[in-house]
Every structure is written in structure tokens, then in C-alpha cells.
């Protein structure tokens, strides 16, 4: 049964940073493209970033140089390093295959204060 975990949200300052991490069990972790989303408030749920088998990545424009990607396949792990935080992207993240063919997890919630 696949499960993904996601954690490392909380409440930051306009500026500030966080690093998220999704925890994945019941896949084959990684042959997967693993990707970061979220939905804020109202919104629906939008791709952030990216991140292929080989390392390569790809991000939206509203975070291409705040955020970063990476995985560790050994710990069947995907990371997402946010700096430089708006109040924009104040939203729950979540993680998922892309495209999206996993269960969603219960996502963490990020909320950037201005």
C-alpha cells in the first residue's frame, strides 16, 4: 500500500525559509518523477516543482529561484527547500508522483505571515 508523508510545515515570516520533506512507502521510490504540490485556500491544487529519476528538475515560475527539489532514493525521500517565503505561498503542500497516481498523503500546512 502506498503512503506518503509529508512534514516541516509551520508558520514562517515574509523572507524566512522552511524545508519540507515527504516520506514514501509502498513504491518503488525511485523510478518515480516526484513532485511537490499545494492548494491554498479557495485555490485548486497546483504543481510546484519536479523532480525526475536522474536528478533533473523543473519549477513553476512563481517559485523558480526561492525553491528547491531534491530526493534521496536511498531514504525514499523527496525534499523541498523554500526560501526567500511569501505570503503568497501560504498553502498546505503536498507530494506525489507526476503525474499524480498516488494516494495523497495529509499534506503540511505552510502559512507565511506578512
Known amino acids: 500500500q502506498v503512503r506518503l508523508v509529508e512534514s516541516g510545515g509551520g508558520l514562517v515570516q515574509a523572507g524566512g525559509s522552511l524545508r519540507l520533506s515527504c516520506a514514501a512507502s509502498?513504491?518503488?521510490?525511485?523510478?518515480?518523477?516526484m513532485a511537490w504540490y499545494r492548494q491554498a485556500p479557495g485555490k485548486q491544487r497546483e504543481l510546484v516543482a519536479y523532480?525526475?529519476?536522474?536528478?533533473?528538475?523543473n519549477y513553476a515560475d512563481s517559485v523558480k529561484g526561492r525553491f528547491t527539489i531534491s530526493r534521496g532514493d536511498a531514504k525514499n525521500t523527496v525534499y523541498l527547500q523554500m526560501n526567500s517565503l511569501k505570503a503568497d505561498d501560504t498553502a498546505v503542500y503536498y507530494c506525489?508522483?507526476?503525474?499524480?497516481?498516488?494516494?495523497w498523503g495529509q499534506g503540511t500546512q505552510v502559512t507565511v505571515s506578512s
Open positions: 506525489n508522483s507526476r503525474p499524480a497516481v498516488m494516494n
Open positions: 523532480i525526475t529519476s536522474g536528478g533533473g528538475t
Open positions: 509502498g513504491i518503488t521510490f525511485s523510478i518515480y518523477v
